[in-house]
Nanobody
Framework: VQLQASGGGLVQAGGSLRLSCAASERTFSDFVMGWFRQAPGKEREFVSTIDRGSGVVTYYADSVKGRFTISRDNVKNTLYLQMHNLKPEDTAVYYC?????????????????WGQGTQVTVSS
């Protein structure tokens, strides 16, 4: 499956952004989807994940819980990440990823398909 992330940009602290990830695969709903991010000089870290199908089960990193919301539209084959109350420490390249695993994995190694990343910069 090919993934194309978009929606990043420059925003002031406290602002909002919505990231999108368009998938090429018609069986998009069969994949667990996730968002990860990587700041300069740091390892890629888990942000959020949503289970396959209707996406009833979601999971968030503690650092974004209550501020970010993950969702999916299986008709449009698109994954979203709505981000509110952004902080400078949220600055990173954000990647969407797809996994054929069951559950809601948080380990990047569980995800076999990755988008190209979109830059999010939050100014203080």
């Amino acid at each position: 499956v090919q993934l194309q992330a978009s929606g990043g940009g420059l925003v002031q602290a406290g602002g909002s952004l919505r990231l999108s990830c368009a998938a090429s695969e018609r069986t998009f709903s069969d994949f667990v989807m996730g968002w990860f991010r990587q700041a300069p000089g740091k390892e890629r870290e888990f942000v959020s994940t949503i289970d396959r199908g209707s996406g009833v089960v979601t999971y968030y990193a503690d650092s974004v819980k209550g501020r970010f919301t993950i969702s999916r539209d299986n008709v449009k084959n698109t994954l979203y990440l709505q981000m509110h109350n952004l902080k400078p420490e949220d600055t990173a390249v954000y990647y969407c990823a797809a996994s054929a695993w069951f559950g809601v994995p948080t380990d990047p190694a569980a995800y076999g398909y990755w988008g190209q990343g979109t830059q999010v910069t939050v100014s203080s």
